[in-house]
């Protein structure tokens, strides 16, 4: 593994700084696809929320990678039993493995005919920048690094490290999303986590003695989903965003020139050659200013949507307690004008902060070692996680409307 002339290092707020050394992570740090990763929100409408919340999916890369490079290089099993190939391996599956998100994450994927997992395999394995940097190293390098962020690698521990339930990618968002949030929920001890992480049986697992520093974790993700993540005014931004790509859709159905007013969306609607170069030139900017040719645009309810978007003037929201609610709601929408079809739109949230056995892969559980040698499962070891995994799921269900008829005006500013 050719190492770089010195250190490059990157300033930091969550860890301080990046450490870089290896040249081959440097040429995909400077590759096209990853520097468009600098034109990708990190969280999708929390923006909207969080004024300070413009972090991007470059920046929460490089801190995972981070993570892992710490991971390989201050944990005495990983150090010691993985080659440096397999260290380069899984230090680039941390940094690449948000390459393949699209404009405003989870909202686009609902025009998009692929998921950002599927592109961003496609991101390693074709024909990009991507790609030819790590093929030049060695040939295996692309397969060996996607089948980390797909957790089938046959080393346990190093799909643990950037896809399991105490990786580094989650590790990373907690810390980084709620710096630029400027809440506190999401802080938990990394340095301590770091320092109780063993390998066993080639699984990562956490020493009795770092029991609360993982709970602490366990508990910053349960107040991140309620407080940022799934917050209401970051969903009615975000359904603004799926409501408007499902009339682009339906606009492309119904007359396909369309396309000719918002052409960065066009692969996406027809769904043909939503490749990776399409992917690839739909970063944020140009979908932002395909929602300002919207506004120009014949199709009202693209316009109206667009404004909305570009405004912030966002639709209101309500708890449904039944179905009577949403009927209520329906007649409000048809009274003020608008097509309940769009203008109505609901949503519901649950989250598990964790959830063992998730999966048949016990990989995806977190592991405690015990001093008496005997390894079991984190809810078995903690009172606190078995309280928060056997309690109801809570579950919000809410409808988003416009509470009042908008009107614009495009010539004046
Ligand atoms: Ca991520």
Same mark, same amino acid.
């Given at each position: 593994m050719k190492q770089t002339d010195e250190v490059k290092v990157m300033r930091d707020p969550i860890h301080g700084y990046i450490h870089v050394? &290896?040249?081959?992570?440097?040429?995909?740090?400077? =590759?096209?696809?990853?520097q468009r990763l600098r034109r990708i929100h990190q969280l999708g409408g929390d923006f909207q929320v969080y004024h300070t919340a413009e972090h991007s999916r470059f920046s929460h890369s490089l801190g995972v990678y981070e993570i892992v490079r710490r991971m390989v290089n201050e944990i005495s099993e990983l150090k010691e039993s993985l080659t440096e190939y397999e260290? =380069?391996? @899984?230090? &680039?599956?941390? !940094?690449? $493995?948000?390459?393949?998100?699209g404009p405003f994450s989870h909202a686009f994927e609902g025009i998009s005919p692929l998921k950002h997992e599927e592109y961003t395999v496609?991101?390693?394995?074709? #024909?990009?920048e991507i790609h030819h940097i790590l093929a030049a190293v060695d040939e295996c390098l692309p397969r060996d690094v996607a089948s980390i962020i797909t957790y089938q690698h046959p080393k346990e521990?190093?799909?643990?490290?950037?896809?399991?339930?105490?990786?580094?990618?989650?590790?990373?968002?907690? &810390?980084? *999303?709620?710096?630029? +949030?400027?809440?506190?929920?999401?802080?938990?001890?990394? %340095?301590?986590?770091?320092? +109780?992480?063993?390998? $066993?049986d080639g699984r990562i697992v956490v020493k009795e003695s770092g029991i609360h520093?993982?709970?602490?974790?366990?508990?910053?993700?349960?107040?991140?989903?309620?407080? @940022?993540? &799934? $917050?209401?005014?970051?969903?009615?931004? %975000?359904? !603004?965003?799926?409501? !408007?790509?499902?009339?682009?859709? #339906?606009?492309?159905?119904?007359?396909s020139s369309i396309k000719e007013i918002v052409p960065m969306f066009a692969p996406?609607?027809?769904? %043909?050659? =939503?490749?990776?170069?399409?992917?690839?030139?739909? *970063?944020?900017?140009?979908?932002?200013?395909?929602?300002s040719c919207l506004i120009q645009g014949k199709d009202f309810i693209a316009a109206d949507l667009a404004y909305r978007i570009l405004n912030r003037k966002l639709f209101e929201y309500q708890t449904i307690q039944s179905d009577e609610d949403v009927k209520d709601i329906i007649t409000y929408v048809k009274k003020l004008g608008y097509d309940s079809t769009y203008y109505v739109h609901q949503d519901a949230v649950s989250q598990k902060?964790?959830?063992?056995?998730?999966?048949?892969?016990n990989g995806h559980n977190i592991w405690v070692l015990e001093k008496n040698g005997e390894v079991v499962e984190l809810s078995l070891a903690s009172d606190i996680v078995k309280a928060l995994i056997h309690a109801d799921l809570k579950e919000e269900k809410k409808v988003y409307y416009p509470l009042e008829r908008l009107s614009f005006r495009e010539d004046v500013i």
């Open positions: 050394n &290896l040249q081959v992570v440097w040429d995909c740090i400077n =590759a096209k696809e990853f260290k =380069a391996t @899984v230090m &680039l599956a941390g !940094l690449l $493995h948000d390459i393949g998100h496609k991101i390693i394995m074709e #024909d990009t521990c190093m799909n643990q490290m950037v896809s399991g339930q105490l990786d580094a990618d989650r590790m990373d968002y907690l &810390l980084r *999303d709620a710096y630029f +949030t400027g809440t506190s929920y999401g802080n938990f001890d990394l %340095e301590r986590i770091l320092r +109780t992480i063993r390998v $066993h520093s993982v709970e602490d974790y366990i508990m910053a993700r349960y107040h991140m989903y309620w407080q @940022v993540y &799934l $917050h209401p005014v970051a969903r009615s931004y %975000e359904s !603004l965003l799926s409501i !408007l790509f499902r009339r682009l859709k #339906d606009l492309y159905q119904m007359d996406f609607l027809s769904g %043909e050659s =939503a490749d990776v170069k399409a992917l690839y030139r739909l *970063d944020e900017p140009a979908a932002l200013y395909g929602f902060p964790y959830s063992p056995y998730a999966s048949n892969e």
